[in-house]
C-alpha cells in the first residue's frame, strides 16, 4: 500500500467501507431469501437473481410512470416502489412455486434445472419487454448526494437509505421467524416435513407462502440495487453467484451466520478492489472463502444441538 | 371413535396390512402388540396418514378421513407420538410443544399440559434435541396433547426408555384417561406397561390380527408365547 498516507489510508478504507455497505445490503437480501427459500424446502433457487431484476425493473416502471403522469410525486414514489417491488417478486415467486416448483420437491436435481430454466425464461421476458439495453429508474433528489463529514471523507445517501432498508428488512425477517407462530411452523417444517404434517401443520401452504417471501424479499433487493447500479436483463445473474457464497459461508439456516458473511465477504470485496482490480479482488475473497471452508465446513455459524 | 375397515397397506408391491377391521370406542385404552415387522408402525403410520393406505377406510368420530392428509387428520382429532419420539431437535421445548397448537388455536400452552409433565416446565428454553430419552418421549406426548385430539396413538412410547420412566409414562396415560375424553392406542412389545395402562389387547402378527381379549381375561402367558420368537 505504498505511497498512501495514513490520513489517505484511513479516509480509503471508510469510503470503500461505505461502498461496500451497500454491496451487502443487496447481498444480504438476497440471500435471506434464498436462505429461507433453500432451508425451508431444500430448493436451490437458480431463478433467485431474475426476482430480484424484476423487483428492479418494477422500480423502474413505476418511476418512469411517475415521471410521465404524475410528476409532482416524484419525490415519494421511491418508497411506494420498494413495496410494489416486494408484492410482484413475491406474486411471482407464489406463481412458480404453485405452477413448477411444488411438483418437484421430491427431485432437487430438477427443480436446480427447472429453477435454472425460469431464470433463462424470466431473462428473455425482461428483454423483450424492457428491451436488452440498461435502464435506471430517476431516482428522487434526496436520494442523491453525499454527506461530507471530513474534507477526504463522502458518505453517499443511497447507501445509507438501503442499509436502512435491510436492516428494516432483517430485522423484520428475524421477527417473522423466530418470534411468530408463522415462523415456528416454517422452522418445524424445515427439521422434519414429516413430522410437521402429523403435528398438523399445513406444510404445502408453508411451503408456498415461503417461497413468495423469499422471493418477495429478493425483489426489494432488486429495488434497493437500483440506487446503485443499472439494471439489464441478465444482472440477476451476476449477483447469484456471489449470493450462493454468502448462504455457504454463513452456513445454511443461520441467519446471523448470513448476516456475517454478507458482510465480510461485501466489505473485503470493496476494499480490496480500491487496491487491486475487481477481479484479482474477487480471486482473493474466493480463496479466503475455500480456506475457511476446508476448516469449517458447515459454515461460519453452525447451530449447536445434539444429533 | 376410531373405526378402521378392511385396511391395507403396501409398499410398493408387497402388502404389508392385510385388511384389518377394528374400532375402539370412546374413552378406552387399546394396545396392539406384536414383535418387530409384523406392521405395528405401518399401521400406525397409515391411521395418521404418512403412508397411503391402498384400501379400506378409516374414520374418527364419523368423519371419513381415508384420503385427507396428515394436517387434516390431525384437525379431525387424532395426534400421532412416533417410535423414536421425532420432536423437533433445533426448537425449544415449549416451541415444540406450540407447534401443535395451530389445529386447536390455542394461544398458550395449556397449563395443564406442565402439570402432567413437570420436567417439560423446567426445561422449557431448553433445545428439544438435548433432552434425554425419556424427556423427550413426554416432550412428544405433550406436543400430541396440545392438538386436543380424540384419538391419540402412540408407537412404541417405551422403546429405549428406562424402566422407572416406564412406569412415569403409564401413570401419565392414565392420568390423561382420566382428565379427558380420550381414546388412546398404543403399540407396544412390553407387556407389563400395556397391563397397567390397555382395556384392551390385541396382537398382530405378520400384517393380521391373531388374538385380542379384555386386559381382565387376558392370560398373560399366551400373550407373552405370543410376543417371543
Redesign the interface.
Known sequence: MGGYSYDELGAIFAMQGFAGISLFSVLLLMALGLAIIFGQMGVINMAHGEFMAAGAYTTYLISSLTETYIPGFMPYYFVFSIVAAFLVAGVLGYLAEFILIRHLYKRPLDTLLATWGLSLIMQQSFRSIFGAREVSPTLPDWLMGSVQPTDMIDIPINGMFVLGLTVFTTLAVFYLMFKSSWGLRVRATTQNRVMSGAVGINTKKIDRYTFALGCGIAGMAGAAFTTIASTGPTTGTLYIVDTFMVVVFGGAASLFGTIASAFSIAQAQSILEFFISGSMAKVFTLLTLVIILMFKPEGLFASKVRR | MLNVSNLKVCYGQSEVIHGLDFSVPKNETLAIMGRNGMGKTTLFKSL???LPSSEGSISIDGVDVTNK???QR??SGI??V?QGR?I????TVQ?NI??????SKLKKIPDDIYALFPVLAEMRKR?G??LSGGQQQQLAIA??LV?NPKVLLLDEPTEGIQPSIIKDIANVLNEIKKLRDITIIVSEQVLSFTMTVADRIIVIDKGNFIHENLREEVDTNKIKAYLSV
Do not use: C, Q, W
Request: charged content about 20%; hydrophobic content about 40%; aromatic content about 10%.
Open positions: 395418521i396418514g404418512i392428509e396428515s394436517f390431525v384437525a395426534a400421532y412416533p421425532m423437533f431437535p433445533s426448537l416451541e406450540e407447534t401443535g397448537m395451530e389445529v433445545k434435541g438435548n406436543r400430541a392438538t
